[in-house]
């Protein structure tokens, strides 16, 4: 028996390793491609998973369930950090306006349509209008892990960016309450009779009030833990306890998991906004093999075969109608609170995806609606789902891209990273030939505002340095400067680099040797450039400061 416990271990291990290790190279393989990352990763699930070679088998992806929720917990926290009170004030106006839109368009038209197809295919019967609007329901749902994995691999950030963050944190509270309505619906309609309709009726407000009770009051308490502590690892082990306490508890009370980490992090963002950056930055960069794993599971539990001809309609039929609705109800949301110029056009396209909501209320109505009913609503919203997921992050990218809002949200270390000595260096640099009189050499001093100057041979090849407070001492004795060369003013090169070397090698050779400026030479040791350490952080300033403008004018 141990051994048998043993190795379900072993292989449960083994097969999180190749999960990771395969779904990030499948991610990798994707971005060369031009596709999210995120579409690798499913891919990646599906060919380990039921729809392929079963490696990952239905025990395992049991076994893993708390695994999802904790990283459907992660990037519901992640997302409530995004709404700052700022961009309410701001934007929040559009929000209303489109969430309502955006949410009600496709439950109407799927309802209608699945409705009036479902009737042609099997017959009046008020099992296909409970199904209709079931399906209604959970079509109003937006994948927020999907969605904002995309805008975070291309760092967008504007108006677009801003609304569709703040769409997708909201929007799963109004399926939420769809579907209650479309439970107590469906309910009536096929005289299900577990529960009473006004426990239906109140399953909403307990749902959702208690899910922003939880996440409020916890966001309170670490955010007071966050004034209190500094160090990285106390952030990072109170933001991920909390994380798992508050989805931990909404799971255990039957409230909404994901309403309550995204009240989480709104509370913390608002409530600590300077200490809340450090936190949600530790957070990010500990979430990357989560949400590797996270997609590559949802991949793999997705079962695309043995659907019949009646179903694939359904399918098809889900799928035009949903899409139509996001489509055209959030941008008839955007024209309604005259939002700007690149999100009524562009957010139309920024709202496909659908994955953990969906699929967790259409197992939610399976177990209430037994049968034929939760049959089908399983099978439907997981082929969708595959579908959603393999079309949405590619029309998510194409709209930020439009809009010109991709690569925006960079930081200092994404500009260090991306630029090369040859963007910063002083290509024209001061020189002194070696033979140069002390006397040229302070009028030199007298004519240039810098504070360090090379010192290179007749072939330009550098020789050594000299700086101003090396040479203080000298000022005192210009009777002399006939007898002193710039060879005997010089001091030895500490480092040098090349131009083509990155930036952030620059940066570690200023930094270890603790010095202000740094020659530039070619592979003959020839003196190309000077770079400065003020001058690095002038150009790391002035380009967040452009890209700021640039988020600025967008609207």
């Not at 060369?32 to 699930?45: A, E, F, N, S, T």
């Not at 037994?370 to 709209?399: D, R």
């Amino acid at each position: 028996m141990f051994t048998n416990i043993l190795m379900h271990h072993f292989n449960v291990l083994f097969l999180l390793g190749l999960a990771l290790f395969g779904g990030t190279v499948g991610g990798r393989l994707f971005q060369k491609l031009r596709i999210p990352q995120v579409v690798g990763y499913i891919m990646i699930g599906i060919l380990i998973g039921q729809s392929g070679f079963k490696v990952v088998d239905e025990n395992v992806i049991e076994a893993l369930r708390p695994f999802n929720y904790f990283a459907l917990g992660l990037i519901g926290f992640m997302v409530g950090g995004e709404l700052k009170k700022e961009v309410f004030l701001k934007y929040g106006k559009h929000f209303i306006y489109i969430l309502l839109c955006e949410g009600v368009a496709p439950f109407l038209l799927v309802s209608l349509s699945i409705g009036i197809i479902g009737t042609f295919l099997f017959g009046p019967t008020p099992s296909v209008w409970a199904l209709a609007v079931l399906l209604g329901a959970i079509a109003s749902a937006t994948d927020p892990a999907t969605t904002t994995s995309v805008l975070k691999e291309y760092k967008t950030r504007g108006p677009l960016t801003t609304t569709i963050l703040g769409i997708v944190a909201l929007d799963d509270g109004l399926a939420l309450l769809l579907f209650a309505v479309a439970s107590s619906i469906a309910t009536v309609l096929v005289d299900h009779g577990s529960f009473s309709s006004l426990s239906i009726l109140a399953m909403p407000f307990y749902e959702m009030g208690g899910a922003i009770i939880i996440g409020g009051s916890s966001g309170f308490i670490l955010s007071r833990m966050l004034r209190k502590y500094s160090e990285k690892e106390r952030i990072l082990a109170f933001s991920i306890g909390a994380v798992l306490l508050v989805t931990g508890l909404s799971l255990a009370i039957n409230v909404s998991m994901l309403l309550a980490v995204m009240t989480l992090g709104v509370v913390v963002v608002n409530f600590t906004p300077r200490k809340s950056k450090d936190a949600f930055r530790i957070v990010e960069g500990f979430t990357p093999p989560i949400y590797v794993l996270f997609f590559v599971l949802v991949g793999a539990k997705l079962k695309i075969s043995h659907m019949t001809p009646s179903i694939l309609i359904l399918v098809g039929a889900y799928l035009l109608f949903r899409t139509l609705g996001k489509a055209f109800g959030s941008g008839i949301g955007a024209r309604l609170s005259r939002a700007p110029r690149t999100v009524s056009k562009y957010l139309p396209f920024s709202l496909f995806s659908q994955a953990g909501v969906a699929i967790g209320l259409s197992i939610l109505a399976a177990q209430h609606f037994h049968g034929e009913i939760g049959e089908t609503l399983v099978v439907v919203i997981t082929a969708t789902t595959f579908i959603t997921q393999i079309i949405g992050p590619p029309f998510t990218k194409m709209a930020v891209t439009r809009a010109k809002e991709a690569g925006l949200n960079i930081t200092e270390e994404d500009i260090i990273e991306k630029s090369k000595v040859s963007d910063v260096m002083d290509e024209i640099p001061q020189k002194i030939h070696e033979d140069r009189h002390l006397t040229d050499i302070l009028k030199i001093f007298g004519e240039e505002d810098s504070s360090y100057y090379p010192v290179v041979d007749k072939a330009d090849r550098l020789l050594g340095i000299i700086t101003i407070e090396g040479i203080r001492q000298t000022f005192l004795e210009t009777h002399i400067s006939g007898l002193i060369l710039a060879n005997d003013l010089m001091e030895p090169v500490i480092a040098k680099i090349s131009e083509n070397a990155p930036m952030s090698d620059a940066i570690n050779i200023l930094n270890r040797y603790n010095i202000e400026y740094l020659p530039v030479v070619d592979s003959s040791d020839k003196l190309t450039g000077f770079i400065e350490k003020k001058k690095i952080n002038k150009f790391i300033s002035t380009s967040i400061i452009k890209l700021q403008e640039q988020v600025e004018s967008l609207g």
